[in-house]
């Protein structure tokens, strides 16, 4: 649903298959969650091929409208081979959107705990998949505070940029992020 510019200069590229091919009916979606008063929209979206943590702004082509959601975007589980931490494309994407706050492009899935306060989200992959054995590690965590619009940053490991090419693993670190 978030806006995704692939295009880091002056100039826009949006694809049209998802949200960014159907503006209007974001813009009424996001406007409609803004005018009811909506105090935590959260958003799931899986099977984009690469895992995203963003706002959501009521207009996405006016960076001073509200937030008014957050965005998880989950990647595959082995769709696209064994991937990597950070490709082109992520870098692209985070320069171009100042509202994502998070890319990754290896394979793995989010998962998600809610209760009445707080909703927290971790990004779980794996260093590769073509092969069985793969260990799965968190590689970063969000929050999103009740009644309070955005997602914040809890937890992230210091973590390579890029992994080089033709590496099958990538040093990460084991086990679940504390809570």
């Known amino acids: ?24 009916d974001r813009n009424a979606v996001l406007g409609s969650a803004a005018a009811c008063g909506a105090r935590n929209l959260v958003v799931l979206t899986g099977d984009r091929h690469h895992n995203y943590a963003a706002d959501l702004r009521r207009d996405f082509a006016d960076l001073r409208s509200p937030v008014v959601g957050v965005e998880f975007t989950g990647t595959s589980i082995t769709s696209g081979g064994d991937g990597i931490d950070m490709n082109e494309t992520g870098r692209n994407l985070l320069a171009a959107n100042p509202d994502m706050k998070f890319f990754n492009a290896q394979r793995g899935y989010v998962r998600v705990d809610v209760d009445h306060g707080l909703l927290h989200t971790d990004f779980r992959v794996m260093p590769f ?51």
């Open 1 to 24: 649903m978030t806006r995704s510019d692939y295009d880091p200069g002056e100039e826009v590229l949006l694809g049209n298959d998802a949200w960014d091919g159907y503006i209007a």
């Open 129 to 179: 998949v073509h092969r069985p054995g793969a260990p799965i590690v968190t590689r970063a965590g969000y929050v999103v505070q009740d009644g309070v619009p955005g997602v914040v940053e809890a937890w992230r490991p210091d973590y390579p940029a890029e992994t080089p090419p033709g590496s099958e693993t990538v040093a990460a670190p084991s086990g679940d992020t504390p809570r």
